[in-house]
């Protein structure tokens, strides 16, 4: 039976009209109530003013008060969250102003706009779900997404362990690079617990092992204590303040991979 793509098209959107509600809100102003729930329950409702040539959709920042019933905002807007939270506004458009999450389409972008917003509010409302496990898995995935994709696989070991070194399977180095001279050891640094195990390690390392290269790339350095920083700046032979500086990454790792 082959299906009728035209009747199916108008049922969808009959039952998608008949699950939008739209009501006055303020003046100049309709609040949308879209087929989409919210982890609390509650559908969300999108709140859209007319703009020169377009419309403004806006959540009046009810997302960021519904994440405040459960979570500190001060707290889980910072390091890891963060980042999440500013990779979903860019990944899907949207725009952040005093806690209101907002985006501004054309006159005829009305219907992507509704979808893409409730897509992005839905995300973001997910952050209460991000657990410090998660934060951190997210880094080192990306981490090793980066590496991966400028490092042959025979030329990387994870987790690596240093021939020779005494007690090395308590000194790990996060990613062994070979070079043409010295290998390149990487670390990932999300926190601070990681940046002194990092320097520990790599003091170790210098009084043992073999001539090597060492780079740090942090989560982000901000997140460390100047402290904790200068030790390890100390300790490491390049840093990279963010995992945000991808271009930069693979740049210093090239550089290293190419040289005679």
Request: glycine share 8%; net charge negative.
């Amino acid at each position: 039976m082959t299906i009728n793509l035209d009747d199916l098209k108008q049922e969808l959107c009959k039952t998608f009209c008949r699950n939008v509600g739209v009501a006055a809100h303020a003046e100049n102003e309709a609040a949308i109530h879209l087929p989409l729930v919210g982890r609390d329950g509650d559908y969300l409702t999108v709140y859209a003013s007319e703009e020169t040539g377009g419309w403004k959709l806006s959540d009046k920042g009810i997302t960021m008060m519904r994440l405040s019933y459960e979570n500190d905002l001060d707290r889980l807007l910072t390091g890891g969250r963060e980042r999440l939270y500013k990779t979903v506004l860019k990944e899907t458009g949207l725009e952040e102003d005093g806690g209101e999450i907002f985006t501004v389409v054309p006159a005829n972008g009305l219907i992507g706009g509704l979808f893409t917003i409730g897509q992005g509010l839905i995300r973001i409302e997910d952050m209460g779900l991000w657990t410090r496990g998660r934060v951190e898995s997210a880094f080192y995935d990306d981490l090793r997404e980066i590496i991966e994709g400028v490092v042959p696989e025979d030329a990387r070991v994870e987790s690596y362990a240093v021939p020779g070194v005494p007690d090395s399977a308590n000194y790990p180095v996060d990613y062994m690079i070979k070079t043409p001279g010295k290998p390149l050891y990487v670390f990932g640094v999300l926190n601070k617990d990681k940046a002194r195990l990092a320097t520990i390690i790599l003091q170790h390392l210098s009084k043992h092992a073999p001539s090597f290269d060492s780079m740090v790339v942090y989560a982000d350095m901000d997140d460390i204590s100047a402290s904790d920083s200068r030790r390890l700046m100390v300790a490491a032979n390049d840093v990279v303040p963010s995992i945000q500086d991808r271009d930069a990454i693979e740049q210093k790792i090239r550089h290293r991979r190419e040289a005679a």
